[in-house]
């Protein structure tokens, strides 16, 4: 496994000549390593040519650039107005309970991260939910109890 | 014997209904290998009915919804594959032109969607795909120009500026290097249809953008996608590797020596990059942050060269205008409102989807007769128009023509053409609190009426919704949404006061306040 300097540089160097490449970049580091960490910061601002300052500035401003892992599994919820139109405030608070994990959190075991969303463009089928990769449309808090199950239950009781 | 076509659908909405699993169940329960194709398709746009499986038969298509993986078996049983027999099952639903939520549109940026696999670029030709991109090829910048003024195409995005204009701005503009911009940030809840003809007719999309490079030479293009569609990122991708492989884009456009290449660049989860500027910003690698304008963007945009941004439909629109002549979407619409806009039916609604219509229905018709009033099955409170930033409806207004001039002409957008429908439960005071925390947790900051307004507009309404002092905040909230109105640098700030007011004024009583004496005689 190469080190997070050396993929991190591997990436930079590859985005060096691409017009306004610090984006992809960005995204190439969350896409390896999983988020974006501290480390990563100096060595794509001097292959990039940015200073650490303007790197750190657009690392923060986008929600998804996560600067931290994440849990095993992370569980998105939209609250946007057509899922509110359809429950979803009740269906986050219920995920908040049901999994012990509070909004923008990840549960103290590493197993769960909830993220609160907003709109993952099926707002005919609301609420929507994505866990993992997969979406689901028209989610009842029992159905959310049973993906959750599946999901997270799982991965709780898997070695990391 | 050939095999029986299967149509399983790989739009979002369909994934989210279980669809891949119906495409497995349909595979292993079809047995035998050649007994059935399974095609994934496009999304036809009735996602109440979502995985919408269609049998071919005949010249028919037949269409069974929602299908779950576990009825499967028991509609081979019924014999979905020969026809006739599946008629009387409990999902079926008929020939699926013939289902009246379609049959009664008028589709024509979403008239191929949902017909074939939306990936294969024999079947885009088939059905009419090129014809567009053939016809500019033979013409000069402004004779293409001239097409989309003459179309009275508009932008789809929201602002609603002629397309035609802004092609001429950056046509005449002279630089050594132009650019296109598909704004597919679509940020908005309630609005799906960028997210749907990018998964469903991807080469629509880059044909448009093709057209546009040449009409105002440009040899560059960006497709700027949001990250929370990785359905709609995965498929443009793939059509975009698709048709460089088959030289429609690159170095010599269908072999004309013209060039123009294509990039998708993935967003990152700020709402207001959905802003053209900002999305520019965004694009050059740094914080999406709103430009003043001037300098417009068709003059100093994209590396502060001349670029021409639109928003998905608006680009998808042209290979129409081209290939059949300004007519065909000229002929359709309301006063200056011209074609069709693919409305996106949403929140608490029996039938949602979408519903592409000429401009000039009314929400009436557009939520009952469409959308079947309520999916609760309770009484419609409100209906929220274009997005976020859009004006809760009360029902005095539902039998206005939806057409740019006629909603403006009593504060409301139509803009991107989303509706959100709320039941009687739902209570205006919050959602005009959540307008105001989604401008807060999204505004860029650059300017100060929407950074610290929307905030300050949070603490007003709580202090309404807790009955403190009641009349002074009310007449504080006004004055603070009227500085957002007039002081914001872009819409996201400008805006945010249209759900806020509209749910002020026309619901009162969530607020705690008593009716106007005209709302009450």
């Known amino acids: 496994m190469p080190s997070v300097p050396e993929t991190v540089l591997d990436i930079a160097r590859r985005h060096r000549d691409v017009p306004g490449g610090l984006l992809p970049a960005l995204h190439a580091v969350q896409d390896a390593l999983g988020h974006v960490p501290d480390e990563a910061v100096p060595v794509?601002?001097?292959?990039?040519?940015?200073?650490?300052?303007?790197?750190h500035g657009v690392l923060t401003h986008y929600r998804h650039f996560r600067r931290h892992p994440p849990g095993r599994v992370v569980v998105e919820i939209c609250r946007a107005e057509a899922c509110q139109a359809c429950g979803a405030e009740a269906l986050l608070a219920h995920a908040e309970r049901t999994l012990g994990c509070g909004r923008h959190d990840t549960r103290a075991d590493g197993v769960v991260t909830l993220e609160p969303v907003y709109c993952l463009g099926l707002?005919?089928?609301s609420p929507a939910v994505r866990v993992g990769e997969q979406l689901h449309g028209r989610v009842t808090p029992a159905q959310l109890d049973r993906l959750l199950a599946a999901s997270v239950g799982a991965a709780g009781t898997d070695a990391p | 014997m050939s095999p029986v076509t299967v149509y399983v659908p790989r739009d979002a909405a369909a994934l989210a209904a279980g669809a891949d699993a119906v495409a497995r169940a349909v595979a292993d329960e079809a047995g035998e290998a050649g007994?059935?194709?399974?095609?994934?398709n496009g999304s036809r746009g009735l996602l109440w009915l979502e995985p919408l499986v269609e049998v071919a038969v005949g010249a028919d298509r037949v269409a069974y919804g929602p299908v779950a993986p576990q009825d499967v078996a028991g509609l081979f049983d019924a014999g979905w594959l020969e026809g006739g027999g599946a008629g009387a099952h409990p999902l079926a639903h008929g020939p699926t032109e013939r289902i009246p939520y379609l049959a009664a549109q008028q589709r024509q940026v979403f008239a191929r969607a949902g017909l074939a696999d939306p990936l294969s670029?024999?079947?885009?030709a088939a059905l009419g795909g090129w014809a567009g991109l053939q016809r500019a090829l033979a013409l000069d910048g402004a004779a293409i120009v001239q097409q989309v003024l003459d179309s009275g195409l508009r932008g789809r995005g929201g602002a609603a500026f002629p397309a035609g204009i802004k092609w001429r701005t950056v046509l005449q503009a002279a630089a050594e290097r132009k650019y296109v911009v598909c704004n597919a940030d679509e940020g908005d809840s309630g609005t799906f249809s960028d997210r749907m003809a990018m998964e469903g007719d991807p080469y629509q999309l880059i044909e448009g953008m093709a057209i546009a490079g040449l009409a105002v030479g440009a040899t560059q293009g960006y497709v700027y996608v949001r990250s929370e569609y990785p359905h709609a990122l995965a498929t443009m991708a793939e059509a975009i590797e698709r048709a460089g492989a088959a030289g429609v884009l690159g170095d010599s456009v269908c072999g004309s020596g013209r060039a123009f290449r294509l990039e998708l660049r993935k967003a990152a989860g700020s709402y207001v990059c959905g802003e053209e500027t900002a999305l520019l910003e965004s694009l050059e690698g740094r914080r999406g942050i709103v430009r003043s304008k001037p300098p417009l963007p068709?003059?100093?945009?994209?590396?502060?060269?001349?670029?021409l941004v639109h928003n998905v439909i608006t680009l998808a629109s042209v290979p129409l205008v081209l290939a059949h002549g300004p007519e065909a979407l000229r002929q359709?619409?309301?006063?200056?409102?011209?074609?069709?806009?693919?409305?996106?039916?949403?929140g608490n609604v029996l039938r949602g989807g979408l519903v592409e219509k000429a401009f000039g229905l009314t929400l009436r018709e557009l939520v009952f007769g469409f959308g079947g009033g309520t999916r609760s099955g309770r009484p419609v409170k409100a209906i929220q128009v274009g997005g976020p930033l859009g004006t809760y409806v009360p029902p005095s207004r539902w039998d206005e023509p939806l057409d740019y001039e006629a909603y403006a002409a009593f504060g409301a957008t139509v803009g991107h053409g989303g509706v959100v429908v709320h039941d009687d439960t739902a209570d205006l005071s919050a959602l005009a609190r959540y307008a105001m925390e989604f401008c807060a947790l999204e505004s860029c900051g650059k300017c100060t009426p929407c950074r610290i307004g929307s905030t300050r507009g949070v603490e007003v309404i709580d202090r309404i919704r807790r009955g403190e002092r009641r009349g002074a905040q009310v007449a504080l909230l006004r004055d603070l949404?009227?500085?957002?109105?007039?002081?914001?640098?872009?819409?996201?700030g400008s805006m945010t006061p249209n759900p806020v007011l509209s749910a002020l004024e026309h619901y009162p009583d969530d607020f705690g306040l008593p009716a106007p004496p005209a709302a009450a005689a």
Request: charged share 20%; proline share 3%; glycine share 10%.
């Open chain 2, 35 to 40: 007994r059935v194709r399974v095609v994934r």
């Open chain 1, 123 to 125: 707002c005919a089928s």
């Open chain 2, 121 to 124: 670029l024999e079947d885009y």
């Open chain 1, 44 to 55: 794509l601002a001097q292959a990039l040519n940015r200073s650490r300052a303007e790197v």
């Open chain 2, 298 to 307: 068709a003059l100093q945009g994209l590396f502060g060269q001349p670029t």
């Open chain 2, 332 to 346: 359709h619409g309301s006063g200056r409102s011209r074609g069709t806009l693919p409305f996106q039916l949403a």
């Open chain 2, 481 to 492: 949404c009227d500085t957002m109105q007039h002081g914001s640098l872009c819409a996201m």
